[in-house]
């Protein structure tokens, strides 16, 4: 029975790492979007964390969305769907600005390259407690 659990444990972690993930990450570090131009496919979400001090806000220029104040340490998301760019400022920091290019039919597209970031970080560090979970149960029945 343990086998089956843990194949099946395996099989979960196969899929965490198989499944697409389209992700970006901008961090708001000492009064600056890092980095502050980014360009992705349509369908990719977007993370913004403060990182700062100070309070800051990640809004759209044109009205689209908005995060509100984010004290540090807490972050906004936001999913582009529709090609075009998209420039963004802190509120209460209008000097701070940034933008999204999602590439489409009338931008140029992005060149296919391997995905170094991204959410692999824990699920590396959920791959490594599993095997080492299943290492456990193997080595106990013996």
């Given at each position: 029975?343990?086998?089956?659990?843990s194949l099946i444990y395996l099989l979960l972690l196969l899929g965490i790492f198989i499944?697409?993930?389209?992700?970006?990450?901008?961090g708001i570090v000492r009064f600056t979007f890092e980095p502050d131009s980014v360009t992705i496919d349509p369908g990719?979400?977007?993370?913004?964390?403060?990182m700062d001090i100070a309070v800051h806000s990640v809004t759209s220029e044109d009205g689209i969305f908005d995060s509100?104040?984010?004290?540090?340490g807490h972050s906004f998301e936001y999913t582009f769907t529709e090609p075009g760019t998209y420039a963004y400022f802190s509120?209460?920091?209008?000097?701070m600005t940034g933008e999204i290019i999602v590439a489409g039919e009338d931008l140029i597209p992005l060149p296919e390259e391997e995905d170094t970031d991204g959410p692999f970080g824990f699920a590396l560090l959920i791959a490594i407690i599993g095997?080492?979970?299943?290492?456990?149960?193997?080595?106990?029945?013996?």
């Open positions: 029975m343990r086998i089956y659990i499944s697409p993930v389209h992700a970006e990450s901008v990719t979400t977007v993370t913004w964390t403060n509100g104040s984010l004290p540090q509120t209460p920091h209008p000097y095997i080492a979970a299943i290492a456990y149960l193997v080595l106990r029945r013996d």
